[in-house]
């Protein structure tokens, strides 16, 4: 397979499970160096012993908390060409909770730019 991202630094949100685990493997197959995010540590940990090489680190991190995403990206800023940020599972949430995730997400996008 090409190295598309040789060199190449990503930060993933939600990098534990399903589509965040499933970019962090195909990035890693591409190249690049990752830095998993999710707030399950326990989930994070077995997802970067599962990748291995290429993992730069994984950070528990609820994105949701403006504070644990500051401390996230303390740790990636500098180092990342790329940050993927995926809404995880809005649809389910009850409409206060849908709006403080959504605040958020666009609050820490801001943020993040």
């Known amino acids: ?3 598309k991202l040789e060199g190449k630094t990503a930060g993933i949100t939600g990098g534990a499970n ?9 990035f ?3 190249g690049a160096y990752v830095f998993m995010i999710d707030r399950n540590k ?6 970067v012993s599962e990748i291995g090489n290429n993992v730069s680190r994984g950070i528990q991190c609820d994105v949701s908390n403006l504070e ?11 180092e990342k060409d790329l940050l993927i ?5 809005l649809a389910l949430c009850n ?7 959504l605040k958020n997400i666009l609050t820490n996008y801001l943020i993040l730019m």
């Open 1 to 3: 397979m090409a190295n």
């Open 18 to 26: 399903g589509i965040g685990l499933a970019t962090a493997k195909r």
């Open 28 to 30: 890693v197959s591409e």
């Open 42 to 47: 326990k989930d994070l940990d077995k997802a």
């Open 68 to 78: 644990d995403l500051d401390r996230a990206f303390d740790v990636v800023k500098g």
């Open 85 to 89: 940020y995926y809404m995880q599972m």
């Open 95 to 101: 409409l206060p909770n849908w709006e403080k995730s």
